[in-house]
C-alpha cells in the first residue's frame, strides 16, 4: 500500500524525527516532492532515516562522490531535494549517523543556519511585496492589480513561512554555539 | 610556544582513521575497520569521515592508493605517519601523567576501592 502526505517542515529535524517514528509505524519513505511524501508499507522500524544539507546541489558534479560514498556504506540515498537529501539504512545494520563527532556536527548546524536566514529573509521580502501589492489593491480597486485577496494569501504564507524558517534557522544556530562551547572540554 | 599550537592534537576520529589507514582501504573499510578496532564504541558516520578523509588528503597525510572510481583506496602517507607517530607519542605521556595520578589517589589501583577517593568523577567513564 502507498500512502501520500503533504506536510511543510522547516526544521530538519523535526522532519527526520516524523519519517522515523513513521517507520516505526510500518510507514518507509520512498520520496519527496515539493511537500508531498509518499509512504509504501513495510514492517515496521525497518529502516532508519536521516536528512542532511549538503554543501553544494545533490544533483552536482561536487555531491555526487559523496553520494556514491554513503551507497558504498550501505545507507540509500532516497530522495534529493536542491542540496537537501534523504537517507536511509536498515534498521538491522546498526547505528545510522551521518555525523558522529561534534566538529564535524557543528559544521553541518552552520551550513544549516547559513543557508537557512537568507531564505527567511526572502520569504520576507516576497510577504512585503505582497503586502505592499494588497494595499494597492485596496486603495485602488479599480486599477490593474493582482486580486487583493491572492496578494493577502502570499503575504500571510510568506510571513509565517518565514517565521518558521526564522525560528528552524535560530535553533541550527543554537545547536551550533552549544556545541563550540562543549567542544572546549571534548570532542 | 607550546607544541599543541605548532601541531594540535588529533581528534579521536582522525588518530583512528590514520591508524587503518596504515593499510591501504577504501571509506567503508576504514569504518568497519575503526569499528572492529574499537569494539563497535566508535562508528563513524559517513559525513565525518568523508569530511575527514579530504581534509587529510589536502593535508597531504594519505594518499589515494588505486582502487577503481567507485571503491578508491587510500594509504597514510610519510607526513601522516609522522603526525601518527607524534601523536602516539603525546598520548603515551598523557597516559603515564593520568595513570601516576590516578595511582595517588588511591581510585585506579587494583586493591583501592572507589569509597576512600577524593574524586570519584575520575572513575566515571564518558560523560
Known amino acids: ?187 | 610556544m607550546p607544541e599543541s599550537f605548532e601541531r594540535g592534537a588529533l581528534t579521536e576520529a582522525t588518530y583512528l582513521i590514520l591508524l587503518s589507514l596504515c593499510e591501504a582501504r577504501h571509506g567503508y573499510g576504514v569504518m568497519q575497520h575503526v569499528s572492529d578496532a574499537t569494539r563497535g564504541r566508535v562508528n563513524l558516520g559517513a559525513g565525518t569521515l568523508y569530511g575527514a578523509i579530504s581534509l587529510l588528503l589536502d593535508k597531504g597525510w594519505i594518499e589515494a592508493a588505486g582502487g577503481d572510481e567507485r571503491k578508491k583506496l587510500y594509504r597514510v602517507t610519510r607526513p601522516g605517519m609522522s603526525a601518527l607517530e607524534g601523536e602516539t607519542a603525546r598520548l603515551d605521556e598523557l597516559l603515564a601523567i593520568g595513570r601516576e595520578t590516578l595511582a595517588g589517589t588511591g581510585l585506579n589501583n587494583e586493591s583501592g576501592g572507589r569509597s576512600n577517593g577524593p574524586c570519584p568523577a575520575a572513575g566515571r567513564a564518558g560523560y
Not at chain 1, 539504512?89 to 547505528?95: M, S
Not at chain 1, 502570499?154 to 528552524?168: C, E, P, S, T, V
Open chain 1, 1 to 187: 500500500m502507498v500512502k501520500r502526505v503533504f506536510k511543510l517542515f522547516f526544521d530538519f529535524e523535526k522532519e527526520e524525527a516524523w519519517l522515523n517514528d513513521m517507520a516505526r509505524h510500518g510507514w518507509m519513505m520512498d520520496s519527496f516532492f515539493l511537500g508531498v511524501y509518499q509512504f509504501s508499507e513495510g514492517p515496521p522500524e525497518e529502516y532508519v532515516y536521516r536528512i542532511e544539507l549538503l554543501p553544494q546541489a545533490a544533483a552536482s558534479a561536487g555531491s555526487r562522490p559523496y553520494l556514491r560514498f554513503l551507497e558504498e556504506t550501505g545507507a540509500e540515498v532516497v530522495s534529493t531535494w536542491f542540496r537537501w537529501a534523504y537517507y536511509r539504512k536498515k534498521a538491522c545494520d546498526g547505528d545510522f549517523e551521518i555525523y558522529t563527532d561534534i566538529g564535524s556536527r557543528i559544521g553541518h548546524y552552520k551550513r544549516v543556519a547559513c543557508f537557512m536566514y537568507p531564505v527567511c529573509v526572502l520569504e520576507w521580502c516576497m510577504a512585503l511585496i505582497q503586502g505592499i501589492n494588497f494595499f494597492m489593491a485596496l486603495a485602488d480597486p479599480y486599477g490593474v492589480h493582482v486580486p487583493a485577496g491572492f496578494s493577502l494569501f502570499f503575504f500571510m504564507f510568506g510571513l509565517l513561512a518565514g517565521i518558521g524558517i526564522f525560528r528552524a534557522a535560530r535553533r541550527s544556530q543554537l545547536q551550533y554555539r552549544r556545541l563550540e562551547r562543549e567542544k572546549i572540554i571534548q570532542e
